[in-house]
């Protein structure tokens, strides 16, 4: 007994632990995982000392949730990130065309257009630096949102099943935001951009890196790739910074969550998350480079 021997003065004995499935039951033992008592009857054995069977129980499911190739949860796998992407992209554009005088087939005239824009002498001037990613939920015209809004309703819910939310969410930002890096770094100073287009090139970046585990025809991915790029550099007032920079970006966060291809799924959670962090510093220590090499010349 834990209690004082008979003719000792001291404090009280502590209250006799019970077990919390069967209270009528005295027990010293603790669940290792939630630390409720357990009597033995409940005690399961665990690689350190016993489990409660709820505990047990919880386990079993979490362990016999099919993951996917880079270890992301099966869900219902409804694309509620791509949808809501694409919900704030046409939000954005029907404000911006409200706000203009060319409506709904020019809304780049607007004042929200205008401060959300990314206009590279802005952003060094006046510190602007979430044009940098604003910019990326802008579009100059019908015809603009609705191409970037259909290649991402195309290829965003392969990509948000095989990544799951948050993993996918962090590849679209970081794709648009290195589309903005490299116009800031290399494009004119005096020039305005808009569009998703960077982050679009990011996701089809990533989807050929995980072409295999998204079971797309590689050759029509391919092909995809190709003509896009050919638009890119035949047609003027595209932007090719951004849609390179969101390229190689959204590239490099696919190798960031899946790995080298010989490697795939072996990426532990706070591996892919460190080495995503380790890219948004990149993309965060180039704005601050050219923010403090910036020319006094206007291009």
């Known amino acids: 007994m834990s209690g004082p021997m008979s003719g000792e ?70 694309p509620i990130v791509t949808w809501s992407i694409v919900g704030i992209n046409v939000l954005v554009y029907l404000a911006s065309a409200i706000g203009s005088p060319g409506g709904l087939n020019n809304p780049t005239q607007s004042r929200l257009f205008t401060d959300w824009q990314l206009f590279p002498y802005a952003v060094h001037q006046n510190h602007q630096y979430w044009r940098l990613l604003t910019s990326a939920f802008l579009h100059v015209s019908l015809l603009h949102i609705a191409v970037n809004m259909l290649a991402l309703w195309i290829i965003g819910p392969y990509l948000e099943r095989l990544l799951g939310p948050a993993r996918y969410l962090g590849l679209y930002l970081l794709s648009a935001l290195g589309g903005s890096v490299a116009v800031y770094l290399f494009g004119a100073q005096l020039q305005g951009v808009a569009g998703a287009s960077g982050a679009i090139f990011g996701l089809f970046a990533a989807a050929l890196i995980f072409v295999r585990e998204l079971g797309l025809d590689p050759r029509s991915l391919i092909m995809t790739l190709v003509l896009n790029f050919i638009f890119t550099f035949a047609v003027a007032d595209i932007s090719r910074l951004g849609h390179i920079g969101g390229f190689l970006t959204g590239a490099a966060a696919a190798f960031a969550i899946g790995g080298l291809p010989k490697h795939r799924g072996k990426l532990a959670n706070n591996t892919q998350a460190a080495l995503l962090l380790l890219l948004l510093a990149v993309l965060i220590l180039a704005v601050a480079w050219r923010t403090a090499t910036f020319p006094t010349l206007i291009d």
């Not at 409720?36 to 069977?53: E, K, L, N, T």
Request: proline share 11%.
């Open 9 to 78: 003065v001291g404090a009280p004995a502590d209250p006799i632990a019970r077990c919390y499935r069967h209270p009528t039951r005295e027990t010293g033992v603790r669940c290792v995982r939630c630390d409720r008592p357990i009597c033995p009857d409940c005690m399961r054995p665990a690689s350190v000392g016993f489990q409660c069977p709820d505990d047990v129980r919880l386990g079993q499911v979490d362990r016999a949730r099919p993951r996917t190739a880079v270890g992301a949860r099966i869900g219902s796998g409804a």
